[in-house]
């Protein structure tokens, strides 16, 4: 089954302490990338990533990092959570490498940073 | 900033009834993308358009791109209960940088009673 998967799909956790969101895809997808959503604002992007080794920024990339050393693998980094950073996280893919168009999302992940 | 003004916010209708639901902007898109999320999952595309004046079926929705690129719409005829959730436009565009933008609606909020 074509899946978009991301790990965990809740967490708490405190300021300052780092922490990875991990998203897989098995479609050998070109394209992934990373949305917050937070009520009133709906979807941002925060990063993408055309292909392997190509990353680049969103609207909102302030306090995170990705890295794509697979096709499959498109982590989301926060180094030194905030609680600004309390949201809803979605992973996405695409078969197309430049069309920045998400086709598959993941459930979700809701991080809570108190 | 480009944004979009996705209308109405949200809709109660009868089971049976049909619905529509539009986005615009005062930019110029060459692509518009339609997501339906329901409660705890992530979005799902549902229709894409690519063209001008293009009209696309999935089923029982219907979605345009309107002929001046800067408004789409999205038709739901028949409505049943599963239909009930969030849904979604989005316009592409190239930024300065000649990289693909997204621009996401707020959504539009559907509720089906039986």
């Known amino acids: 089954e074509a899946q978009v998967t991301q790990n965990p799909r809740y967490l708490i956790t405190v300021t300052g302490k780092k922490l990875t969101v991990t998203c897989s895809q098995n479609?050998?997808?070109?394209?992934m990338s990373w949305y917050r959503q937070d009520p009133g604002l709906g979807l941002r992007q925060i990063y993408y990533?055309?292909?392997?080794?190509?990353?680049d920024k969103g609207d909102v990339p302030e306090g995170y990092k990705v890295s794509r050393k697979e096709k499959r693998n498109f982590p989301l980094i926060l180094e030194s959570p905030s609680p600004n950073q309390t949201s809803l996280y979605f992973c996405?893919?695409?078969?197309?490498?430049?069309?920045?168009?998400?086709?598959?999302f993941g459930d979700g992940t809701r991080l809570s940073i108190l | 900033g480009q944004q979009l003004n996705q209308s109405p916010q949200s809709m109660f209708i009868q089971e049976g009834e049909d619905v529509s639901m539009n986005c615009t902007s005062s930019?110029?898109?060459?692509?518009w993308l339609w997501y339906k999320q329901d409660p705890g999952e992530g979005p799902v595309l549902l229709i894409a358009?690519?063209?001008a004046g293009e009209l696309t079926s999935n089923g029982r929705l219907t979605a345009q791109f309107g002929i001046t690129r800067k408004d789409s719409f999205l038709n739901i005829s028949a409505s049943i209960p599963s239909d009930v959730g969030i849904y979604f436009c989005?316009?592409?565009?190239?930024?300065?940088?000649?990289?693909?933008?997204?621009?996401w609606g707020l959504g539009t909020s559907l509720a089906v009673n039986p």
């Open positions: 996405a893919s695409g078969f197309e490498g430049n069309s920045n168009q998400p086709q598959h």
């Open positions: 479609m050998n997808h070109e394209y």
């Open positions: 990533s055309m292909n392997v080794e190509v990353t």
């Open positions: 930019s110029i898109f060459n692509t």
């Open positions: 358009l690519y063209k």
């Open positions: 989005a316009g592409q565009t190239r930024n300065a940088g000649n990289n693909r933008k997204l621009i």
